[in-house]
T-cell receptor, first 114, second 109 residues
Framework: ETGVTQTPRHLVMGMTNKKSLKCEQH?????MYWYKQSAKKPLELMFV???????ENNSVPSRFSPECPNSSHLFLHLHTLQPEDSALYLC?????????????FGSGTQLSVL | GQNIDQPTEMTATEGAIVQINCTYQTSGFNGLFWYQQHAGEAPTFLSY??LDGLEEKGRFSSFLSRSKGYSYLLLKELQMKDSASYLC??????????WGAGTKLIIKP
């Protein structure tokens, strides 16, 4: 148990669907992240929130839309996805505001886009 | 460009020792991390090296040579539960994490 919980664990959606991924951390951290993990590829950073403010958006297509209502919750809203978006989506948190921090990851949502 | 290289897959025997190498080329250096990820689970932090040398933590040790752009993770007295992927990540001068693709370690009885 890492203190970071993601739901759902698995998601299958069609290209016209709209769905949301949820992440919650119980660690009192101030920074939260969305990563994409594809088989045999490095983790790709998608979005970073620090103290509820988005500080990074790594050229992610607009069909992915993050939301951070407070320091404990992070959402990733999905719409009109493509098959190549199928991957494991990992949420992580860290203390916040400092470099060299270790990340605490959730178990991820395995997404399949049909 | 920035990149991290680590072997895709390694196999070792229960009770033995295995060394997983990681070489990096990054814009600056602010530390190197190792994470362990069991299949279907969250990556979990193993170690952080920012100075040259060996850091030992139980059965696991991590080594760093900044001049060579090189690190390794050493696992001793291997157990079946050590079967997992091991991710190497370097923090660059902008405090961005650059990740390797991970090494899948298979432990055989």
């Amino acid at each position: 148990e890492t203190g970071v919980t993601q739901t759902p664990r698995h998601l299958v959606m069609g290209m016209t669907n709209k769905k949301s991924l949820k992440c919650e951390q119980h660690l009192g951290h101030n920074a939260m992240y969305w990563y994409k993990q594809s088989a045999k590829k490095p983790l790709e950073l998608m979005f970073v929130y620090n103290f509820k403010e988005q500080t990074e958006n790594n050229s992610v297509p607009s069909r992915f839309s993050p939301e951070c209502p407070n320091s404990s919750h992070l959402f990733l809203h999905l719409h009109t996805l493509q098959p190549e978006d199928s991957a494991l989506y990992l949420c992580a948190s860290s203390q916040g505001g400092q470099g060299g921090e270790k990340l605490f990851f959730g178990s991820g949502t395995q997404l399949s886009v049909l | 460009g920035q990149n991290i290289d680590q072997p895709t897959e390694m196999t070792a025997t229960e009770g033995a020792i295995v060394q997983i190498n990681c070489t990096y080329q990054t814009s600056g250096f602010n530390g190197l991390f190792w994470y362990q990820q069991h299949a279907g689970e969250a990556p979990t932090f193993l170690s952080y090296n920012v100075l040259d040398g060996l850091e030992e933590k139980g059965r696991f040790s991590s080594f760093l040579s900044r001049s060579k752009g090189y690190s390794y993770l050493l696992l001793k007295e291997l157990q079946m539960k050590d079967s997992a992927s091991y991710l190497c990540a370097v923090m660059d001068s902008n405090y961005q994490l650059i990740w390797g693709a991970g090494t899948k370690l298979i432990i055989k009885p």
